[in-house]
């Protein structure tokens, strides 16, 4: 099913074992809201979801994007911790709702869940150290640098040009632009998601 119930065989009885509530959501329902209390692993079945945050004088900004195997609210609900953010549905979606209580008594799932957490920590540092740089083509390059020493010099984005903007939070039409300026630097050539990067002008 996910990666929750990863060596877990006959994971729909386990669901009903542990008390599991499915939930279906239509376009633009809200899931959970901002101040909300969260006693319960969220994880989504089918369709997008999208965390947003709201500041003090109403502006919405996005935080992620999720979609089918994609997780929520679990640190929140670990820490007791109000949420601090809105969960909408962008499309209509299934969710599974566990309770937290039940997964930690149950060893196996206790083991996948800190193993979720621990690529949620190392997904959320390499974004932090990307973000923090201090211009956009810092970021970007700081990115794509990654991207290369993981995958090689040639490499496939594992986001759309929305989603990258997204990420390393900055303006989509001046991602394409920065993306075409350093095209024309010789510092990368790309079509599509497809990317090369060059050591020098003369590899290009």
């Not at 279906?24 to 989504?44: F, H, V, W």
């Not at 209580?101 to 974004?127: A, P, Q, W, Y």
Request: net charge negative; glycine share 4%; aromatic share 8%.
């Amino acid at each position: 099913m996910n990666a929750l119930f990863k060596s877990i065989d006959h994971p729909e009885e386990l669901i009903q074992e542990l008390s599991g509530q499915i939930k279906t959501y239509e376009e633009e329902e809200e899931i959970l809201s901002q101040g909300d209390s969260l006693n319960s692993i969220a994880t989504i079945l089918s369709g997008e979801v999208h965390l947003l945050r709201y500041d003090y004088w109403g502006g919405q900004h996005l935080l992620t994007r999720l979609a089918e195997g994609d997780f929520f609210g679990e640190s929140y609900a670990l820490a007791k911790e109000k949420l601090q953010v809105s969960v909408v549905a962008k499309s209509p979606a299934k969710i599974l709702f566990l309770p937290l209580d039940k997964v930690l008594e149950h060893e196996k799932l206790r083991e996948n869940l800190l193993f979720i957490l621990s690529k949620k920590n190392l997904f959320l540092t390499s974004k932090l150290h990307h973000i923090t740089k201090r211009s956009s083509r810092e970021k970007l390059l700081s990115f794509l640098s990654e991207q290369a020493s993981l995958q090689g010099s040639s490499f496939k984005l594992p986001y759309n040009r929305q989603q990258l903007a997204d990420y390393l939070a900055m303006d989509r039409s001046a991602l394409s632009s920065l993306l075409s300026k350093l095209q024309k630097e010789g510092m990368l050539s790309y079509k599509g998601a497809e990317f090369h990067l060059h050591k020098s002008t003369e590899d290009y």
